[in-house]
Nanobody
Framework: QRQLVESGGGSVRTGGSLRLSCETF????????IGWFRQATGKERSGVAS????????YVDDSLKGRFTISSDNSKDTVYLQMNSLKPEDSGMYYC???????????????????WGQGIPVNVSS
């Protein structure tokens, strides 16, 4: 039974843009925090961005600020990751994940995520 479904990945050239979507289903629709992560081949998974869907606070990894933005459309139970000015080093598998956090949770922590999507590939060619 699907709980989180990512879409919007694909292949683009350097400088291009992609918008990833993470749609929540079932009980994950009640999660108040959605995070995006990525993992390049041979590297560890790392946090990209996260958003608290209750209060609208969001966080983007410092190295990606200015190029990546995260947003949420709660009416659609969907969180988006807009990626602009893409570089080859942005290539990898992108995952969204759901967490249930309290209001004091620091979004930069990228922990407490309990349910994960299957991931979607992003390939940026030079």
């Amino acid at each position: 039974q699907r709980q989180l479904v990512e879409s919007g990945g694909g292949s683009v050239r350097t400088g291009g843009s992609l918008r990833l979507s993470c749609e929540t289903f079932g009980y994950t629709s009640n999660s108040n925090c959605i995070g995006w992560f990525r993992q390049a081949t041979g590297k560890e998974r790392s946090g990209v961005a996260s958003i608290n869907r209750e209060n609208g606070r969001s966080y983007v990894d410092d190295s990606l600020k200015g190029r990546f933005t995260i947003s949420s459309d709660n009416s659609k139970d969907t969180v988006y990751l807009q990626m602009n000015s893409l570089k080859p080093e942005d290539s990898g598998m992108y995952y969204c994940a759901a967490a249930w956090v309290d209001s004091s949770y620091e979004l930069s922590r990228f922990d407490q995520f309990e349910v994960w999507g299957q991931g979607i590939p992003v390939n940026v060619s030079s």
